[in-house]
C-alpha cells in the first residue's frame, strides 16, 4: 500500500480488527459459488498476500498481518471466530452457557484432536490463554481476555472449562473470538513445526517468502477439498496482479479497485469485493477546543458529503456511512435517519459554535489506503462552510501511536469488529485507545449494563441509545465503508463474497476447490 | 607508493569509514519517528502495550548505551536478533544475501562483455550510421528509470506474450531460472548505457592518442592496437563506473527486488527500515559499507595497474 518507488508496504497490523468469523449458525458452506459444479477435492492452491519480511511470525497468538492471520487460520482454530454479522459463531468451542450473573461462563469443547493425534482437552484451553495473558506479554488478545479471572477458572472435566470472570460480561464469547485467541496445544513455546487443530497441516515456511501446508483429512469440520495450500508473500500490488494474471498464483489478497475494474472486465479474473470490510472516518477530541463544542461536531457530520468520498475515495468500491460504527453489524442502529449533506445547517453551526473563519490542523498519512485522498476531499468541502481544515501529512509508520494523543482532528479507519469491542476498546474512559477523548459516565454505565443483562432485547436498546448518542454528539464520524478485493483465477470456487475481512470465512481456504 | 603501502593505508581507511557509516546509520535510525515498540503496536497503540514491549526489547535504555554495546557485540561477530521476529541478524541477511548476490553476479558476467563489446565497437566506426544509433538508443535508455521499465517489460513480456515469468513469487531463482530473465534485463539496461559510453569515449580518446598513432605505425594489427593498447586505458575510468555499479547492484536494487518480488537485501532493508528494526538495520549497514570500501579498493588496484599513469584516488 505504501510508496513510490515501490517500497515493500509493510502493513502490520492485522487490523484494528478482531477476528473474524463465520456466518451465523446454519449457514452454507462459504460460497455464494459460482457455476463450476460440485465441489471436487485435490490440487494446491497458491495465494498471494502482502507481509511483512523476515519479521513473520507462525506464533498464531502473535499473528498481527493479513498474511499472518490467514496461516494462523490455515493451522489453528479458536473457541469461536466472527460471522459475517460480527456475532460470534462456535468453533472449538460446541457450545457455551453462562451462569445467571454472567461471571461465570462454561465451555464445551468439540471433539477435535491436534496435528499430531492429541485430543483437544480444556487444559489445553486454559494454557493457551495463560499464554496470552502473561505477564509482559504484548499480545493482541491480551486486553481482551484479560476479563477472566484465569486462575479461578478450571477443568470441570476433559472437554469442558469454566472461565470466571472479573465482571459480568454478556457478549463473552466475543473474547473467545479476539484475533489471535488460537488454542495451541499445552507446552507450546516453539514455532518450527506448529501443530494445531486447523484444517491444515505445517510442511513448511520460509519468513517473507512462502509457506505450505496439506489438508488435515481428520479436521472437525470436514476435510478441505484442496490437497495443498501454498501462501507466497510479495508486497507490490501490481506484483500481486501480474503473478495472478501469469498464472503463478490462483489468489491474490487486497488489490485496488483500479485493478479490479481493469481485470474484471478482460474477464481474466473473478473479483470479490468483501463488502464491510474497512470503516473511514474522522476521530475529533471531544474534550479539547475547537471539538468540545459539541456545534461544531454537529457542524462537521453536516458538512461531508459521503457519497461524493464513495464515489472519489473508494472508486465505488463501498458503501456510505451513517457516522456510526458498524453498519451492517449485529446491533446496529439501521433505524437512525442516514444523514447527507446540509451545508446551510452546517454553516448555522459553525457560526453557533463561534468558530467561523477558524483554522484547525487535520492529520492525516499515508498509513492506510484513502486516508490521505478523504482528507483533502473533507478539506475542501469545509472550506463552502467557512472552516479551514489545515490538511497535516504525517509519518505513515507512527501515525496511530502519534495521533492517538494528540492533535484534534484526525482521519481515521477501522477493520470489522463487534459494537461491544468497538465500545470496549475506544469509547470508555477505561479504553486504552479511546482516540476521541470521548469520557462520559453515563455511557460507560449502559456499556455495563448491557454486558451485565442476559436480557437480548434489553442490550440492543442499550446499544441503540448508545449509538444515538454518539450519532448527535459523538467525536467519530464514520463516513463510508469500503470493500475488500480479493482476486481468483476463474478455475477457483468456493470463496464467500460477503464475509468482511477478518472474518471466519475471509482467507479461508478449507471451503476452496480448483474445478 | 608501493603497492602493499597502498593497499594497507585504504583497508584501514576503510575500516573507519565502515564505523562512520555504522554509526550514522544508527544516528539516523534514531532519528526517525517511532520506534519498533511502536512500529509493532501498530494500529493498537494501547501504551501500556508500547511500553512492555520497550521494555522488553532493551528500547528504554539510551541510545548511547545501545549503540555501544551493539558495537561490542558486533566487533565480536555477534550482530544481534531482529526485534520484530524470532530471526538472528546474521540469518537474516544470509538468506536474502543469496538472491540479490545471484542477481548482480549474473549482471555483472553479462554487462562487462556486453558494454566493453558495444562500446568499441561504436569507437571503431565513430560517427557511422550505427554510431549513432547506438548513442541514441543508450542516452535514451539511460533516462528510463527501472521502475517504468520494469512495470513495461513485466507487461509485455509476461502478461502479454507470456515467455517469462512475471515474478518470483514462491520459487527460488536457481530451481526455476526463467524468473532470472526479466529481472536480469531491467538491472542490465542502464549500466550498459554508462559503461558502453564510457568505454566508446575512452577509446576515442585513445586512439587519437599519440602512443596509439606509435604502435599503428608500428604495424600492429588493429585487433591488437583495440584490445591489447587503446582498451586498457580506456577501461580505467569504466572499472570506476563498474565498481559503482557494483555497489548499486550488491545495495539490492531495491526497484528491481520489489517488482520481480525478490526477496533480497533491498527488500529486506526497506522492511526493516520501516519496521525501525535496527539490529538488521546495522546489520545491512556493515555489509553495504564493507561491500562499496572493498569493491572500490579492487577498481582502483585494477585502474592503476592497467593504467599507471593515471592519478590513482587514495
Redesign the interface.
Known sequence: MRPELRLPALSRRGFLGLTAAAALAGCAAPGSTSAGGPPRPGGRLRAAFSGGGAAEVLDPQDSDLYVEIARAKALFDKLADFGSDMSPVPRLAERWEPSAELTTWRITLRQAAFHDGRPLRAADVLASYARITEPGSSRRAKSTLSVIDLPNSREIDDRTVEFRLQRPYGEFPNALAALGAYILPGGTADFDRPIGTGPFRFASFEPGRTFLAVRNPDHWDGAPLLDELEIVVTNDEAARVNALLGGQVEYAHDLTPTSARTYESSGQVQVHRLPLSNFHGLAMKVDRPPFDRPELRQALFHLVDREELVRSVFQGSGQVCNDVYGKGYRYYADALPQRRQDLDRARALVRQAGAEGMTIGFDTSDASTGLKEAALAISDQAKEIGLHLEVRLGNKDTYWSDIAGNGVLAGYRSGGMPLESHFSQRLLTTSTTNNTRWRRPEFDARYHEAQSTTDEARRAELYREMQETLFHEGGFLWWGVSDWIVASAPGVHGIDDRAPANTLDWARFDKVWLA | MTIPRYLARRVLLGAVQTLLVVVGVFALTEA???DAA?????????????A??R??LGLDEPAWQRLGEWLVAALHGDLGR?L????SVVD?IA??AGPTLLLAALTLALLVPLSVGLGVLSARREGSRLDRLVTGTTLSLYSAPE?AMG?LV?TVF??QL?WF???A???SLLSNPAVLVLPVFVLLLRPICSLSRLIRAGMIDAQRSGYVHHVRRLGLSPVRVHFAHALPNAAAPAIQQLARTTDWLIGGV??VE????V?GLG??L???V????LP?IQGLAVVFATATVLVNLAADIAARVLSPTAEVGR
Do not use: H, Q
Not at chain 2, 38 to 50: E, F, K, Q, W
Not at chain 2, 258 to 261: D, L
Open positions: 526517525l519517528p517511532g511502536v512500529m509493532i503496536a501498530g494500529d493498537n497503540p494501547d501504551p501500556a502495550i508500547i512492555a514491549l521494555e522488553r531482529s520484530v521476529g524470532p530471526r537474516i538468506s536474502a521502475f512495470v513485466v509476461a502478461v507470456r515469468p512475471p515474478t513469487v514462491g520459487t531495491i526497484v520489489a517488482i520481480f518480488v526477496p527488500t529486506t526497506a522492511e526493516a520501516a519496521a525501525r528494526d538488521v
